[in-house]
């Protein structure tokens, strides 16, 4: 099986005074504005790392789902935030590490099941599986 996803961006201007636009597929996002300030300067709009945040944190979130299912465990709530960080590095800039923290409530796990199935998300993701960044997580059993 293969899924091909699209996203783009428009892009009018030079880099500090241009404005750009992110659009999705399936229309989650449609023109939604992002440039040098909501990247750098942290002003309104998106940029780039928060939307691999979000993707990398629902990619997580979903497999752990997955796992948690095949160990016969169901989540009752599980809440996942991602931290990106964007850093200049010799020849520009990166993205060097992405940390994960999760709050879960599973009944039925015990702290070891727990630790073994989030570290296999975490690495199993396609969105891991993707970045070259440092990938950290904490993960908190709840309940």
């Not at 040098?36 to 945040?53: D, K, M, V, W």
């Amino acid at each position: 099986m293969k899924i091909k996803r699209k996203g783009s961006a428009a892009w009018q201007g030079g880099i500090k005074d241009g404005k750009g636009a992110l659009s999705t597929e399936s229309g989650a996002l449609t023109a939604y504005p992002y440039g040098f300030a909501s990247r750098f300067e942290g002003q309104r709009g998106s940029n780039p790392e928060e939307l691999i945040a979000a993707a990398h944190a629902g990619c997580f979130t979903m497999a752990l789902s997955l796992i948690l299912g095949e160990a016969k465990l169901t989540a009752e709530q599980m809440d996942t935030s991602a931290e990106v960080t964007l850093e200049q590095v010799e020849g520009g800039f990166a993205i060097t590490a992405v940390h994960l923290t999760l709050r879960a409530k599973i009944p039925g796990a015990d702290q070891a099941t727990f630790e073994k199935l989030t570290g296999m998300a975490k690495a199993g993701c396609p969105v891991s599986k993707l970045l070259k960044a440092e990938i950290t997580l904490d993960a908190t059993l709840v309940g």
